[in-house]
């Protein structure tokens, strides 16, 4: 009967609690995102078997200094139902390369896998396509590579310790979801390779930004880099988000300057907005714009050279569009400090000389190019000015010779001064022609007076038409 009463009791007690009461609590080292056990939990030194069976966490074990066969040993001696375990920190590992496809019986159930502190050379194989692995920790096992397809298979994964490696790139797995990685101090990561990864999987949350650093190719444009120099992750993503919000339609490429040690690298911003029907400048560039292609766009105007956020520009590329005055860049600060202007096949009637001749050519802006060439000028006497100011300036003018008049079908550089300032000299002769026919009928006037009065004194009447005129209010002056 007593018997009896604790049966009933402990079927209860099952009931109520069915798993508490037959398996360990947990604490919280157990599963704290991620499953992480100290030394201090590993099997004792004595101990042949190398894996412990945790009892402060469920299904949860610990092997500690292992290589590939002790690791499979200890997997089978202490640990009852080693299929079942669901949290599993692997310390000190001694493997030239670790096959995942191995053990598969044990990595089934995980949920957390932590393999750390070891000496691992190479990950490979990969985990069945059943798993429920959703924090994977390799941290701090000197791993050189991390074959392509091993961690493609984790589907529940959603944080990833790559961190104190010796990786170069960032492995393949799946990235349909959030997934926190940390691959920080890993120093000889590709600074191409974590780019693309910024760059096409925004849903990686990285961690330890601060300790994530890599190492700058030529092929990636960091500009100069000194060689054994590592980035900080701060500086790549800082290029890749100018990359990104570069203004709508247009392209930006960076390039960063001044690498020095411990510094933050600076980005140089090169814009390229061509072919995109344009029909105004881009406002505002991002900061430290040096470079602007707007080429084959419908800009009309190039006011906008005057924004701030123009103020660090060097070149700027304006072929084939709508431009029809060069007037605007007065007083801007491109005009002084520009080393490329290119204005080819605009809109030009007038280049205006009194803003061009503001351009300073000599000593330290003896690179300086200016590209006019393909526009067709309405060309008379004051073009000349033009012409003049051309022939001062060919060197920083490559295609002097296409700059041609509309109306003449003639190079600037070849017009001739004497024809182009004729008509005015005309227009005097004219002047001269109208003045002497003035003169002569002045005179002619005078004399046929003369003779009227010489008539009207001797005969007593006015000749012809004088007679005819009708009688004005002066008249009385005269008699
Ligand atoms: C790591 O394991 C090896 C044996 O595999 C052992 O000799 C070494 O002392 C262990 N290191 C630590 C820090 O426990
Ligand atoms: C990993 O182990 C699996 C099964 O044990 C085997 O088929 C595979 O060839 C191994 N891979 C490597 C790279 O050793
Ligand atoms: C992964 O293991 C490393 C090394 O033992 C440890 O420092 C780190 O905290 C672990 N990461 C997580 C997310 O638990
Ligand atoms: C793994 O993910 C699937 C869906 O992707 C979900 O149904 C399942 O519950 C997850 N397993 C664990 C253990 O979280
Ligand atoms: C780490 O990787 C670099 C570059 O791949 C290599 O030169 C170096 O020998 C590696 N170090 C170790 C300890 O494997
Ligand atoms: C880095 O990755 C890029 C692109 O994948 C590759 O072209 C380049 O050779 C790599 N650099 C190094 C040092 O491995
Ligand atoms: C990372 O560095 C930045 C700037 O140096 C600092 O503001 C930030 O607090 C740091 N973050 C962490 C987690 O240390
Ligand atoms: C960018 O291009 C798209 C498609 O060509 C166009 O619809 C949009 O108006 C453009 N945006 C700007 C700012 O020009
Ligand atoms: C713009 O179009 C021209 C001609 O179609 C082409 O040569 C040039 O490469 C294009 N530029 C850009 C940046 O797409
Ligand atoms: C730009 O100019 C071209 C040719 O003059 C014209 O075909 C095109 O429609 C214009 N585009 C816009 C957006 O005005």
Redesign the pocket.
Known sequence: MKNMHWLILSICLLYIHPTKSLLPPDDSSCSNQCFHQLPSECPSPENPCRCRQLTNCQKAAVCCNVNRFTLKEGLACDITAASQIQSLHIRNASFDSFNLSANQNVWRNLRYMTITDGHI?KIDGEFAKQNSISCLNLSSN?I?SIEDRALNTLFNLSFLDLSHN?L?DVPSFRKDHTIFLDISNNM?LNCSILTNTLQSHPEIAFVNENQTFCYPTKDLDFGWFQSQATLAFSQVKAKYELEKNCHQNCSCKTVSVNLAPGKMAMFEVEMNCANMSFLNLPVPLPDNTVSLDVSNNNITSIKELSEPSYQNLRSFIADNNKISSVQPLEGTKFISHFNTLSLQRNKFKFLETYVLDNIQFERNFNQRKLRLGYNTLQCDCNTMKLKVWLLSKLSHIPDYNHIKCDNLNVRIIDLDASKMCQSPQDWTDYIYYIITAEVLLLVGLIAKVSYDYWVFKTAGYLPWPANRMPRLPCDWLCE
């Open positions: 050379k000197h050189n010796n170069t000889y």
